[in-house]
């Protein structure tokens, strides 16, 4: 199992066994991850959310302070992660009209030794499946779809872009 550690595995002791990293003599940066999904939905689904009329209320307020509570949340979620002073966590939406999709982007910051990329694709995840919850009642053919992390600032690894 030392292969997992040179292919950069670095949740893999000599022996294979799983470990959460030690990041005790990292140095303090900020970092910030950007993630970004989004939702597509029927029609109808679609326009009760725009117009806030869902039986359930307020869709994307209500999914916005859900991807913020998850993000603060990860290392409950996901058994390696470290837990993490978050400082910042933002949800935004873009409503797209001709084909009735919700894309969701997520940022998230701090000044730590770890990065949040994690939190930030949690944010997203966990946005999308409230509103999925909130809207199934009128469309359970909900499509939760692409998502993945846009950017990364900060830490040893530096600077990452997705390639579009």
Known sequence: MAQNREQGFSHFDA??????VDVSKKIETERVATATGSI?????AYDL????SMAKGDV?????????????????????????????ITIDFICV?????????AV??????????????TAVSITALT?????????KAMLISDICLKKKT??????FIRPE
Not at 15 to 20: L, R, T, Y
Not at 40 to 44: G, H, N, P, V, Y
Not at 131 to 139: L, R, T
Not at 154 to 159: D, L, M, Q, V
């Open 60 to 88: 994307l307020g209500v999914a916005r302070v859900a991807g913020i509570m998850a993000a603060k949340k990860v290392d409950s979620l996901i058994p390696l992660c470290h837990p993490l002073a978050v400082t910042k």
């Open 131 to 139: 509103i999925y919850d909130m809207c199934k009642a009128v469309d």
């Open 154 to 159: 900060g830490g040893k690894s530096g600077t």
């Open 97 to 105: 009209d001709d084909s009735c999709q919700i894309e969701i982007e």
């Open 40 to 44: 597509s939905m029927s029609q109808k």
């Open 15 to 20: 022996d294979g066994n799983a470990i959460m």
């Open 108 to 121: 998230v910051g701090i000044t730590g030794k770890t990065g949040v990329e994690m939190e930030a694709l």
């Open 49 to 52: 959310v725009k117009s806030g």
